[in-house]
């Protein structure tokens, strides 16, 4: 497969070695173009340009420095039978205007979120997220899974893999990592070791795991009913844990928005339902 | 082994019955005395008065109402020679109260908090924290381990079962919980499926496995220097994926705390530390 790839930093080097490693004809390019050179040293063939590059394949991935950097690329080429995959760092909205830009120039056009670190790509449990023109991501799902193990395609919307992104990595990930240290530092100031702590860390992995995909099934079904303990007996065992924190110094600020938002769900009505139904009242 | 269980509710009677299964000799009362007799059916001996369930046994279990209840238990008895092991709920400060007034009387005091469902006691995976006397919890590990898999010492300190309860099911897993509600909420107000959002949850709960075990690493070492992406830099991305949320009408409160706790540190100078660094600007 002939494939260009239009920036060669640590991503696009990363790219680039992975898909030479599958046999396949990389042509590279870069506004610096020394840059290149360790690619080239390893088989890849360099274009002078940026019309070289796109010459050179049908499939185009551009991962450069922001969407600005990826209009100044295309701006000026013709785009008539190629594919764009867009994997620079950008934000929703963005998205839908490049998809436009794009699709203008005639090309077909796919936005990609990385969520993996360059040293991860071409491993089997790396995630990227692909939104879209769909035949892009069914033509192309081999090149797409050499590249990381899974490589999802979330929606027709060129938005969703920011959405995607944005939803597990800021809303999930890092406010679980957040309710890990304002837990940490609550438990240090009263005497706990971080060891003692430690000793927990796969039994509320696992147990987060299983609720979440009870919730999951919940939300799918929109059934909030439940035999276990209902949302009003957490946001009571919450109020209690705030009301520990505080009294032993803290400012415990996410265990205070988490409150508020139970807080809310149950004045909505939803204080007899499971936990999960303040998916309902997120709302602002 | 000779155990009395004072108070035979959903949590004593399953702990009563996963020890008569293991061949021990288990007492029974109950303030309803009629409630033991699910128990007395399958062999268990019945104390009329709470004074016979502490003659019974010199290990005493008490599962009952709230702390108030576990004084009444024990407030005429003497108790030389007896351990009494607390799994009823409570708080930390509570829990300091109740070895005060039970080693006054005579008793080993060890204050346990149960992490598990009444239907998961006698299992591998269940979770139980003891803190207090560790004697009592050496020369007990046997009988605890068979209540449940996963039976916990976490410090002399007796709130220190409490501490670690509050920031394990408060401060990380609500938290973290409330973190994916928001986070589907705002997925599904940009037209993103739940199933779409669910092929992610193993790969997010793994991701945030290692992370916990590094930041844990970090917190146990005091080393938080980064080469990866610093504190600043997750500040920057959670700063845009919150405006994200509010642009799409959802009201992002964990986020927004999470933004502020990341505030707080890189204002305290940890901008260019590791994300783990959060922990130490915790404090009110």
């Not at 060891?195 to 919730?215: I, M």
Request: net charge negative; glycine share 10%; with cysteine.
């Amino acid at each position: 497969m002939k494939v260009s790839i239009l920036g060669t930093g640590l991503m696009g080097g990363a790219f680039a070695r992975v898909l030479m490693a599958g046999g396949h004809d990389v042509t590279v390019w870069n506004r610096t173009p020394e840059r290149c050179a360790p690619l080239t040293a390893l088989g890849a063939a360099q274009a002078s340009t940026v019309r070289e590059a796109v010459a050179a394949s049908d499939l185009l991935f551009a991962i450069v420095l922001d969407q600005d950097a990826v209009r100044e690329l295309f701006e000026d080429q013709v785009l008539e039978g190629k594919t764009v995959v867009n994997y620079t760092t950008g934000t929703a909205a963005q998205a839908v205007a490049q998809q436009s830009f794009l699709t203008a120039r005639g090309a077909r056009y796919s936005d990609a979120v990385i969520a993996a670190y360059p040293d991860d790509i071409g491993s089997r449990d790396a995630l990227i997220y692909y939104a879209g023109d769909e035949r892009v991501h069914r033509e192309h799902i081999d090149v797409f899974t050499e590249l990381s193990g899974l490589a999802q395609f979330v929606g027709a919307e060129p938005g969703n893999a920011n959405v995607l992104d944005a939803a597990w990595v800021g809303g999930f990930h890092c406010v679980a990592m957040g309710g890990f240290h304002e837990a940490a530092a609550f438990a240090m100031s009263e005497g706990v070791t971080i060891d003692t702590l430690a000793d927990s860390v796969d039994y509320y992995v696992e147990f987060l795991r299983g609720v979440l995909k009870e919730s999951v099934k919940a939300i799918r079904e929109s059934d909030f009913g439940t035999d276990q303990a209902t949302l009003d007996v957490y946001l009571s065992g919450i109020r209690s844990c705030r009301q520990s924190m505080i009294d032993a110094g803290q400012r415990a600020g996410l265990v205070s928005a988490n409150l508020h938002s139970l807080e809310i769900a149950s004045a909505a009505g939803h204080g007899s339902d499971s936990l999960y139904a303040q998916v309902l009242t997120m709302k602002a």
